[in-house]
């Protein structure tokens, strides 16, 4: 395979309807506003770690119905019973640590409500902060968190510019929805 410069070029001269091509155009690097969302964008992405990309994009409707629709209230509750079903679950990642790590960071998200009024506020509330500050932010409350998740998160939710390159099309539509790198740029 070649080797690419960014994720914008990798996707280039794909169908439309290939799957890092659809992420590309209408996922990446957009903000996010639902918490549940959020959510499901970080348990995708710890998921991810070891594996390609396109293994996650492949199984990301198998990983939404497992985790009850990335409803974090109903993750954050779930038990023995629930942790057994996942690891037996043949459309998901079944690694303990992974499927252990999601409960606990639904724990911790809905902790943070309590004091931020979402997921959202919390990430809002600390940004701007350099890829460095947040992995050691995220590493204080998160499990499986290092900063390649960590940055790969933030960028693919518009916290952290860097999901596309200025030339990209895409680029400019990310940036009129006001992604919160830009704000942070912004004298």
């Excluded at 009024?117 to 499990?143: N, Q, V």
Aim: proline content about 4%; aromatic content about 12%.
């Amino acid at each position: 395979m070649p080797e690419f410069s960014s994720y914008c070029d990798f996707c280039l001269n794909r169908a439309p309807d290939d799957l890092d091509r659809a992420y590309h155009d209408t996922q990446y690097g957009f903000p996010l506003d639902d918490d549940n969302e959020l959510f499901g964008r970080l348990l995708l992405e710890i998921n991810q770690a070891g594996l390609s990309w396109r293994t996650i994009l492949a199984k990301q409707d198998d990983f939404r119905r497992a985790y009850s629709g990335f409803d974090i209230d109903a993750v954050a509750a779930y038990g023995d019973t629930d942790r057994e079903r996942l690891l037996a679950d043949a459309g998901i990642i079944r690694n303990k640590l992974k499927v252990g790590a999601a409960i606990h960071n639904a724990q911790v998200i809905r902790e943070l409500r309590n004091g931020f009024g979402s997921f959202k506020g919390w990430l809002d509330a600390h940004h701007p902060l350099s890829k460095a500050e947040w992995t050691k932010l995220f590493k204080r409350h998160f499990k499986f968190v290092g900063g390649e998740i960590v940055g790969e998160f933030l960028m693919s939710t518009g916290y952290l510019r860097g999901a596309h390159v200025e030339s990209c099309p895409v680029f400019r539509r990310i940036l009129e929805t006001g992604p919160a790198w830009a704000a942070a740029e912004r004298p």
